[in-house]
Every structure is written in structure tokens, then in C-alpha cells.
């Protein structure tokens, strides 16, 4: 029977499961190497079947975050 500690952990390691499996290039594909446009092009040359946009995320499709605005 399971304790109540080990459903908390239980439910811990669920959620950090599903939140690997929703971000583009994880696991074997490395990480996000780059955007071709609205493409995520993962580190092992790959592109991600992910549906969010890579352009939107990253700054013009050269693979860096974009700045947050300042709220001045």
C-alpha cells in the first residue's frame, strides 16, 4: 500500500516526466541547436515535430532567447 510521502513523489516525478516530454529537442536529440524559421533544429541535426514556433520563442531564428521587455 503506498504511503502518502510516496505519493508526493510519486506525483513529483510524473510532473517533471511530462514537462520534459513537452519541450522541443529533449532527451536523445540534445537540446535546441538553432531555429530554421518556425523550425526547432535539435543538437543531433534533427528537427523537432514540436508545434510551437521556434521564431517566436528564440530572436529571429539564430537560436537566442529573446530578451524580456522592460516594463519602464
Do not use: E, R, Y
Not at 529537442?25 to 531555429?35: A, L, P, R
Request: charged fraction near 15%; include cysteine.
Amino acid at each position: 500500500m503506498l504511503k502518502p510521502g510516496h505519493l508526493f513523489v510519486l506525483a513529483v516525478f510524473a510532473s517533471s516526466l511530462s514537462h520534459a516530454a513537452n519541450t522541443p529537442c529533449s532527451g536523445k536529440k540534445g537540446g535546441v541547436s538553432h531555429c530554421m524559421g518556425s523550425l526547432f533544429i535539435c543538437n543531433d541535426g534533427s528537427a523537432s515535430g514540436s508545434k510551437k514556433n521556434c521564431s517566436a520563442v528564440h530572436d529571429g531564428g539564430t537560436g537566442t532567447k529573446k530578451k524580456p521587455k522592460s516594463k519602464t
